[in-house]
């Protein structure tokens, strides 16, 4: 089991920016994943009635906000699954970080059910959940994100999360 993580930190109120890594070198399938997203929500002060309908709570990103590459992935068993979850430094309770594939990249063989086109988010929780899968290398997959949540009832501050994707081998 390989991770490989996209680091996700805070600048000013809402912010994140990626900062690719790469698996190490080790036998069976990899993934390298890069890109990043600043999201900056500031200049809302305390807000009348009617600025609530304007204040959005869906924020996305980018699309696509990061590239993911499969390397390796020959050998007996081709097939592979990204998992991916978040570890937080400081998040706060009822937002929620999702992603979404925007493309299959090139080469290779990509399927999940979860596509931005399609309108369709899987939650980035604390733990590992299943967002793709495939067989052979596909490079430049793209990956989109949303986060859900943000309101007036969420104090401003500095916020941050990583995102981390486990490449494992085999099919779901």
Not at 50 to 75: C, H, K, Q
Not at 80 to 108: F, K, N, Y
């Amino acid at each position: 089991m390989r991770e490989v993580g996209l680091l996700m930190a805070a600048l000013a109120v809402w912010g994140l920016a990626g900062v690719s890594a790469a698996a190490g070198p080790a036998p069976g399938p990899q993934v390298v994943v890069s890109g990043d997203w600043t999201l900056t929500v500031e200049g809302v002060g305390v807000p009348t009635l009617s600025d609530l309908p304007a204040l959005p709570t869906d924020w996305e990103s980018p699309m696509p906000v990061a590239r993911a590459t499969i390397r390796r992935a020959g050998g007996r068993s081709p097939g592979w699954q990204v998992l991916i979850r978040r570890v937080d430094g400081l998040w706060p309770s009822g937002v929620t970080l999702e992603a979404c594939l925007t493309d299959q990249g090139r080469g290779g063989t990509v399927q999940s059910p979860y596509r931005c086109s399609d309108r369709s988010f899987v939650e980035v929780g604390t733990q590992d959940t299943l967002f793709f899968w495939g067989s052979g290398n596909p490079s430049d997959v793209g990956i989109g994100l949303r986060l859900s949540g943000i309101s007036v009832d969420v104090p401003p501050g500095i916020y941050m999360t990583a995102v981390v994707y486990t490449i494992v081998a085999g099919s779901p």
